[in-house]
C-alpha cells in the first residue's frame, strides 16, 4: 500500500491564447472547475492504475472540500486521514496557453494547516503501508516529519520537490528516492542547466547531498535515472499536448505504484513514461489522468 502526504486543491482553469507578460491582459476562454493538488494528482493517479493508496491531508468545511474528497473516493482511495480545516480548501488559478503550457497560482489554504499531530494521527496507516509519497505543497516541517516517520517504520519514501524549494540535508537524508524535473534539479543543485553534462552535473551534486536515487523527469524527452554509482536515460514517448498540468503527478504516482508492485526502478520509469504522456494527451488535473485500461491498450 502506498499513503500519500499532500495537497488537495480546486483547479480553476481557463484557456488563453499566449500566457500574458508582466502588466499585460489577455482573455480566457472558459472557467473549468478540476479537482486538483499535488498530493490529491498523485493519489489519483496511483487509484486510476488501479494502486491501493491512502491519503493523509486537509481540506476546508466547504463545496470544494467536499467535492475533492468525493473524487477520490470515487477512485478508491482511503480518504479516513483527509481532515476538515476552519481554513477554506486550497484553490489553484491556472492558465493553459495554445501550447499547452501552464501558468498555475496556488493558494494553499487548508493545506497549510496540516501538523505533526495530523502525522502522528494517521501512525498506524503509516507502518501498514510499503510506500510514503510527499511532495511540497504542504509545511515543509510536516514533510520532513512525515519522511522521518516512515523511515522510523523502515518504508521507502519518495519526495516530488515541487514548487521547487531548496531542501535541508534533514530532508534528504529521509527520502530514498527524489523526483525533480529540470528546473527543480536546477534550483536544488545550483547547476545551470543548459546541456547534458550541467544535468548530470546537477544530478551528481543531489547525489552527493546525500540523495539515494534520483528521477529526474524531462518532459517528452523522458528521464534520467541516477544513483551513487551509475546514470540512465529512459525515452520520452512522442504526443500532441493538450495540456502538460498534472504530467509530473501521473509520473510520480505510477513510479509509486509499480515499485509498490515489486518491479526494477527501470521497469517503473518506463510504465511512469507511458503514463505521462497520456496524461498530457487531456485537458485538466486529475480529469486527464488515464486509466491502466487505457495505458495498457494504448501502449499495447
Known amino acids: 500500500m502506498i499513503v500519500v502526504v499532500g495537497s488537495l486543491n480546486m483547479d480553476l482553469v481557463t484557456q488563453v491564447k499566449k500566457t500574458p507578460k508582466v502588466g499585460e491582459t489577455t482573455l480566457g476562454n472558459g472557467l473549468d472547475k478540476i479537482p486538483g493538488g499535488k498530493g490529491a494528482n498523485q493519489a489519483a493517479a496511483m487509484g486510476k492504475l488501479n494502486g491501493k493508496v491512502a491519503m493523509i491531508g486537509r481540506v476546508g468545511e466547504d463545496e470544494f472540500g467536499k467535492i475533492l474528497k468525493d473524487t477520490l473516493n470515487k477512485d478508491d482511495i482511503n480518504t479516513e486521514y483527509i481532515m ?110 543548459k546541456s547534458e553534462e550541467d544535468l548530470l552535473r546537477a544530478g551528481k551534486v543531489m547525489i552527493q547531498q546525500g540523495v539515494k536515487e534520483l528521477v529526474v523527469t524531462l518532459g517528452d524527452k523522458g528521464a534520467l535515472y541516477m544513483n551513487e554509482k551509475d546514470h540512465k536515460y529512459f525515452k520520452g514517448y512522442k504526443v500532441k499536448a493538450v495540456d502538460t498540468t498534472a504530467a509530473g503527478d ?17 521497469e517503473a520509469i518506463i510504465f511512469a513514461m507511458k503514463v505521462g504522456a497520456l496524461t498530457v494527451m487531456e485537458k485538466g488535473a486529475q480529469s486527464s489522468l488515464p486509466t491502466l485500461e487505457k495505458v495498457e491498450k494504448y501502449f499495447k
Not at 493545506?111 to 515543509?140: G, M
Not at 516517520?149 to 519518495?158: G, M, R, V
Not at 501521473?250 to 527501470?266: F, M, P, Q, Y
Open 84 to 193: 476538515i480545516s476552519k481554513s477554506p480548501t486550497g484553490v489553484a488559478m491556472i492558465m493553459v496557453n495554445e501550447d499547452g503550457d501552464n501558468s498555475i497560482v496556488v493558494i494553499p489554504g487548508a493545506n497549510f494547516d496540516l501538523s505533526k499531530k495530523d502525522i502522528d494521527e494517521a501512525k498506524a496507516l503509516i507502518k501498514t503501508a510499503n510506500i510514503l509519497v510527499a511532495q511540497l505543497e504542504t509545511p515543509l516541517e510536516v514533510v520532513e516529519y512525515a519522511l522521518k516517520k516512515a523511515k522510523k517504520f523502515e518504508k521507502y519514501t519518495i519526495l516530488n520537490p515541487a514548487p521547487a524549494q531548496k531542501l535541508s540535508k534533514e530532508i534528504i537524508e529521509y527520502v530514498d528516492l527524489l523526483t525533480p524535473n529540470e528546473s527543480e534539479l536546477e534550483l536544488l543543485s545550483g547547476v545551470e542547466i
Open 250 to 266: 501521473s509520473v510520480n504516482g505510477a513510479l509509486a505504484v509499480a515499485l509498490d508492485e515489486g518491479r526494477t526502478i527501470d
